[in-house]
């Protein structure tokens, strides 16, 4: 693999009609860029063991100041060097013992024959920082090196028996002023008078600098990576740095993890980050946290590959006018894609109003910019809870049921009882703390859950209002009759659980599309999908009188973009086959509306020039469509290892059909190309509330957002490399919530207390 060669930029951004010495400066300034990235990545263990010991170079012109030529230095000598073949210059410098200090001041171990060692399995290990091979997680192998543990005093010396101190007269026990803590230090001071009569030549060998180097390097990853959960702090624990003295690294500084490795590990990820992005043709960004008060706005590049890159996060406080989002977008653009804004094909962004996205539109008219779909999900559900009367009335009923089941001790000691009959497991029902009886609605998770505690206490609501020893409660209260009265209606049970499926039918379609990254081609499909499940909810408990319906189709025109008509037909993955065996786009899905926002859309998104020549390509796509073959491989699916489920196999197929296979629709090629890929919704990475809480109480410090913004750059872009976007958070709970021995014991002891 050749290590001289650097990122090809894409062609919007070359430049004609520049002088000899503008070439030559640019062309200089490229190969030294190009050298610096294969150092960069080659210092993270990612290529050649040389490149920790040359330095590529800029030499410029005395006079002039501009560059003449690019050397590669070796940091061991200072010699200087020609960077033509820098794989040459390792070998006759350094492998040969050229340089006087490679062997000396270097703790290096390079095997001469690179054949012979490759075909070794021993020495497939990863390089570290100055070349030698660094064993896994610091084991030494055999006969290596070894770390002499800490002190450990054997506790059968902690007796009353020792040489040093006087012995106690007979039938005594030793007094130390310290009690028996006083033990362990005696023993130790014992040793140290042991080791001073006797002393004994020390056979330990302690970790080169390489290894400590190294060691200390994926500490800091893992601590960066980790974006605040790892507190700095923590690293002068105690218990820490007793641990590292035992492994043999030194002790080391919050303050240094803080500033210096801290801005070393940035420094990495961005220039990762912007090489990425100088590769890519067009990207897509995408904004959240506009309106979720957290105090930051997280700014994602989309590419075309399918992967994502954290850009920077954005302080704000309170609710953001619309053109000051308009401006941080348009700065982001700017800064991202300089002289050449049209490599940013389009914005998607959560809790943006669609006024100010259809304006950036207006201005750039090669946009296409969307509104999160998962947060439009979200959105039809609270217009659920705001304006369909069956939610109220629910509502209402069911915190009228908890208020009466929690508050009366009689009935709540019969309900645990009936609980840990059917469950084996005692809860009150959780009512909203915004809620009463007289409120006009509930929040909508709070609802939901009280939702879920009525229907999974069902049975055992139910057996209460039959119970002998409740009956006297039950009669005399004019409350508890009306509530006898409406759990004992089957008309009550069935509205619970209508609201409740209702709820639960939406939350899981806003959960599928936040873990499968919706795509702006998918949005119409998804919709489809909705309302095909609303008719079945519907016809199932009969209660939605129309309302669901029309509340679901007005928030679908709210959300509506033309792209998703023109993604959707564009798309190979949605090609149809007809009678003759053709695959078709199926334009027979779409409304006629929608057909007309195919054709405004595409003639917006190419030039006046080429709008004629795009439409008559979009007329022999919708009549030739895709060669059968070609079709059946975007199409084809297998099985996810993980969630068992079928998924295309290789989501890119649809965008590289129409870059090679398709090449002949020149002017509508461009336009689908653009559209495929683009996202659909913002979800991605969240920080977590640590370093919300660190950021909101440092707002007005530089250096404390500085850092800030460090972290998240870091550990972003390492989620998104790992694709990981769960919360860590999150994780935790789960851990912790896991069912042990004690759940059942717990409970009872809960039971026992409650009726006291």
């Known amino acids: 693999m050749s290590t001289t060669n650097a990122p090809t930029p894409p062609p919007e951004t070359a430049i004609d009609g520049l002088t000899t010495d503008e070439l030559t400066t640019k062309a200089l300034n490229k190969r030294y860029e190009g050298l610096m ?96 091979a660094v064993p896994s997680r610091l084991n030494p192998p055999p006969h290596s090196y070894h770390v002499t543990p800490i002190t450990v005093v054997d506790p059968s ?47 330990s060998q302690s970790l080169t600098r390489s290894q400590i180097e190294s060691a200390l390097s994926s500490l800091s990853d893992w601590v960066f990576e980790s974006c605040g959960s790892v507190s700095l702090s923590g690293l002068e ?26 801005d070393v590990k940035y420094e990495e990820a961005k220039s990762e980050s912007e090489s990425r992005i100088r590769d890519a043709m067009f990207l897509q960004i995408s904004s959240d946290g506009w309106k979720s008060g957290e105090g930051l706005v997280n700014l994602v590049v989309n590419l075309p590959n399918g992967t994502s890159l954290y850009r920077r996060a954005v302080p704000v406080n309170g609710v953001v006018p619309s053109n000051y989002a308009e401006e941080v977008l348009l700065e982001t653009v700017k800064g991202i894609c300089g002289n050449s804004p049209q490599r940013c094909v389009g914005i998607v962004s959560d809790k943006l109003k669609t006024k100010a996205l259809r304006s950036l539109e207006s201005q750039h008219q090669w946009m296409v910019n969307l509104s999160c779909q998962f947060q439009g999900l979200n959105s039809l559900i609270k217009d659920f809870v705001k304006e369909l009367p069956l939610f109220k009335s629910v509502s209402q009923n069911c915190v ?38 007289s409120s006009k609605a509930c929040f909508l998770e709070p609802l939901f859950n009280l939702l879920e505690d009525v229907l999974s206490s069902a049975r055992a609501i139910q057996m209460v209002m039959h119970d002998d020893a409740c009956k006297a409660v039950l009669i005399e209260d004019h409350t508890a009759r009306e509530v006898r009265e409406m759990v004992g209606d089957q ?51 009969n209660v939605g009188e129309g309302l669901v319906e029309k509340l679901v189709e007005r928030r679908f025109k709210k959300s509506y973009h033309p792209a998703w008509a023109a993604a959707f037909i564009l798309d190979p993955l949605y090609l149809i086959r007809d009678s003759t065996g053709k695959y078709l786009p ?86 689908a190309v653009r559209l495929i890929f683009l996202h659909a919704t913002t979800c991605g990475f969240k920080c977590n509330s640590s370093l919300l809480k660190w950021v909101n109480s440092h707002g007005r410090s530089h250096a404390a957002i500085d850092r800030a913004q460090k972290l998240i750059f870091i550990s972003a872009n390492s989620k998104f490399e790992r694709r990981d976007f769960s919360n860590q958070e999150d994780r935790d709970a789960e851990l912790l919530a896991m069912a042990n021995g004690d759940d059942n014991l717990l409970n009872d002891v809960l039971v026992d207390t409650s009726s006291v």
């Open 586 to 671: 199926p334009f027979k899905c779409l409304t006629p509306e929608q057909e007309k926002d195919v054709d405004k859309l595409i003639t917006r998104l190419v030039s006046r020039d080429e709008a004629h020549i795009a439409l008559m390509e979009l007329m022999k796509w919708r009549t030739e469509g895709l060669d059968p073959m070609y079709a059946r491989a975007v199409q084809m699916k297998e099985r996810d290892p993980v969630s068992g489920k079928m998924r295309i196999a290789n989501p890119q197929s649809s965008r590289l059909v129409w870059e090679t296979y398709l090449s002949e629709f020149r002017s509508l090629g461009k336009v």
């Open 157 to 203: 010396r902690f007796c009353v028996e020792y040489s040093a101190p006087p012995p106690p007269p007979q039938g005594q026990h030793l007094m130390l002023s310290g009690g028996k803590d006083d033990l362990g230090p005696l023993a130790m001071l014992e040793d140290s008078v042991k080791k001073l009569k006797s002393p004994k030549p020390s056979h």
């Open 37 to 132: 990235t294969v150092r960069t990545k080659a210092v993270k263990g990612k290529g050649a063991w040389y490149w920790t010991h040359l330095e590529p170079i800029l030499v410029r012109n005395t006079d002039t100041n501009l560059p003449k030529a690019v050397k590669l230095r070796c940091s061991l000598c200072d010699a200087v060097f020609s960077a033509s073949n820098p794989s040459r210059t390792a070998s006759e410098h350094l492998k040969r013992g050229t340089c006087p200090n490679f062997n000396s001041s270097v703790n290096v171990n390079v095997n001469p024959s690179p054949s012979s060692s490759s075909s070794s399995p021993s020495h497939h290990r990863k390089r570290n920082f100055s070349g030698a």
């Open 491 to 541: 008309g009550f049970w069935n509205e619970v659980e209508a609201v409740h499926a209702l709820i639960t039918l939406v939350k899981e379609m806003a959960r599928r599309i936040e873990e499968e990254k919706l795509l702006v081609g998918q949005c119409l499909p998804l919709w489809e999908e909705l309302r095909a499940k609303i008719k079945d909810w519907d016809s199932k408990f």
């Open 400 to 437: 009228r049921l908890a208020e009466f089941v929690n508050n009366t001790a009689q009935i709540r000691n019969a309900h645990c009882k009936y609980q840990l009959q059917e469950h084996g497991e005692s809860i009150m029902l959780r009512l909203p703390l915004s809620c009463s009886t």
């Open 237 to 262: 624990h105690p218990k820490f740095r007793a641990f590292l003295t035992q492994v043999g690294l030194p002790i080391i500084s919050k303050k240094d993890f803080a500033t210096t490795r801290l």
